[in-house]
């Protein structure tokens, strides 16, 4: 299995990437607030852009209240 986090910094406006503890990619986020009245996918694009789902299974799904930081999200993924 493998554990994966995604950390979006509203101050920053940037998004980080984590795949087992480690930190993969950031990139820019800059935009709206996610909110949860419009359609979000989970391992899919929700847009009409031709992106492959995920070919896969999830186990176990947390969505968090605050940003985690990356020693929370190592402890999180057992390193």
């Known amino acids: 299995w493998h554990h994966v986090a995604w950390v979006r910094d509203k101050v920053a406006n940037t998004s980080t990437m984590y795949i087992d503890g480690r930190q993969e990619a950031t990139f820019p986020t800059a935009g709206a607030d996610i909110t949860f009245g419009t359609l979000h996918a989970i391992g899919g694009d929700n ?13 176990d799904l947390r969505v ?5 930081s990356a020693a929370e999200i190592a ?3 057992g390193l």
């Open 75 to 77: 402890w999180l993924a």
């Open 64 to 68: 968090y209240g605050a940003a985690l």
């Open 47 to 59: 847009r009409a852009s031709g992106m492959p789902y995920f070919h896969g299974l999830v186990d």
